[in-house]
């Protein structure tokens, strides 16, 4: 059974240190990155965790602790991050700066970091989850009734979703902008809007509440990141007004109590995700593993699939679960708008010897954005001169891309390419944000 109460160790602002070690017989530790900075007036020395070697002989014995939830079948690293504290409201102060800079070395190092729920949020992930089990349970009937054929939310069965050309074991309901067939912008048909279809008022609400509350986290994490990447204010943001926000609610299936559809262990393939970043939450049973930013892996999902990208190597890192804490990966996005300062994290999900579930909000720009790489900022942004970088990338584009790569049967994707919905999105309303 899941863990919700179990009180997160005491935190100073933030808790600087992470490190990673492998989960089997022997240990490696996560190589120091880019220098992290400390608000003034913080004792370092206790702050910074301390890092195991291979001879320490602590190591086996946390990294053991860490690794028994790793999905059977799989070798990897495993990854202990120290956890942030985000501050209830990002105002520029020197604090504020440090942390920015703090996260944004710990995504170009680690690929993910993770910060710490509030008392309420944990009240928040205990409701979803509660809802997601509920849901999950009931009658495959009722389940499949849960789908709109104008937006991609809904329900997902597991199998209907491919990635990489293979079947993905993952059940999910996605949650998408809940916008009812009056409203403008479904009238005149564009492309994935239209109504969420909840399968009741019990699922709806904890949904919609936990949402809202991460939308506000989202906005802190990217006001702090334009504060680490030393850009304007306001230079991420700007995108985020009507944002398309959405999420995944998942469940995963035992690794033997599958429909067969897909390949053995494999939850979900190796894939970026596409848009800001993700804030995760998941129980107890684990089986997230991500890569680590690596200088000679070259990808840029927006031009070319990443699905699949270094699925069966061997240097991927396990992140368990650990209660009370939200994880934050990267996306498409952030990576194009920092010309691949920041670089959208490779993931995959293994299945374990459990069902599994997880909640993944996805902090997205407007549908109608269209964003071009920041300026300046850290003064190592790789410089981009080509023509897409000039033209930018419409974001609603993009995510209608993806979802139509991702599921081809749907009804969705039918009936948008059956009306040639895809054309409304070169339309000038569909590129301007109000």
């Not at 419409?394 to 009804?411: A, K, S």
Request: aromatic share 10%; net charge positive; with cysteine.
């Amino acid at each position: 059974m899941m863990t919700l109460n179990r009180p997160v160790a005491p935190l100073a602002r933030l808790a600087i240190g992470s490190r990673a070690m492998l989960s089997t017989a022997s240990y490696s530790p996560l190589e120091s990155g880019p220098g992290m900075s400390m608000p003034p007036g913080f004792d370092t020395k206790k702050a910074q965790l301390t890092r195991l070697s291979p001879s320490s002989p602590k190591a086996p014995s946390r990294v053991s602790s860490l690794g028994k939830t790793m999905p059977p079948g799989f070798k990897a690293h495993v990854a202990e991050l120290g956890t942030f504290v985000l501050p209830d409201r990002v105002t520029g102060s020197v604090g504020d700066r440090a942390l920015g800079k703090a996260l944004v070395d710990a995504w170009r190092r680690d690929g993910i970091i993770q910060f710490a729920m509030t008392e309420h949020q944990r009240k928040l992930w205990a409701d979803a989850y509660a809802a997601s089990r509920r849901f999950f349970k009931k009658p495959h009937a009722e389940k499949a009734a849960c789908v709109d054929s104008q937006s991609y939310a809904g329900y997902i069965a597991s199998g209907e979703e491919v990635t990489d050309g293979i079947a993905d074991y993952s059940e999910i309901f996605t949650i998408t902008k809940d916008l009812d067939m009056a409203e403008p912008r479904v009238r005149a048909k564009w492309p994935c809007h239209g109504p969420c279809p909840w399968p009741d008022i019990e699922m709806k609400e904890p949904m919609e509440r936990y949402n809202e509350n991460l939308g506000a986290e989202g906005e802190k994490l990217l006001q702090l990141t334009e504060l680490g990447l030393g850009v304007e204010p306001g230079s991420l943001t700007k995108y985020t007004r009507d944002g398309w926000h959405h999420t995944r609610v998942l469940r995963f299936p035992p690794r033997n109590a599958t429909n067969g559809k897909g390949k053995e262990g494999r939850g979900i393939g190796s894939h970026t995700d596409y848009g800001l970043f993700v804030i995760a939450a998941q129980d107890d049973v684990g089986g997230l593993f991500i890569r680590r930013p690596h200088k000679e892996e070259k990808f840029a999902n927006w031009e070319k699939s990443a699905a699949g990208l270094k699925e069966d190597a061997d240097d991927w890192y396990y992140v368990p679960p650990v209660d009370g804490v939200h994880t934050v990966i990267l996306g498409d996005m952030m990576q194009y708008l920092t010309r691949n300062y920041l670089t959208a994290t490779p993931h995959k999900v293994g299945l374990n010897t459990k069902e599994r579930f997880a909640y993944a909000y996805f902090h997205e720009p407007s549908f109608q954005a269209v964003l071009k790489p920041l300026e300046g900022g850290c003064g190592g942004m790789m410089q981009d001169k080509s023509e897409r970088a000039a033209n930018g990338i419409h974001y609603g584009t993009h995510f209608t891309n993806m979802f139509m790569r991702n599921y081809p049967d749907r009804i969705t994707t039918k009936r948008l390419v059956a009306e040639d919905r895809y054309r409304l999105l070169e339309q000038p309303e569909l590129r301007t944000m109000n």
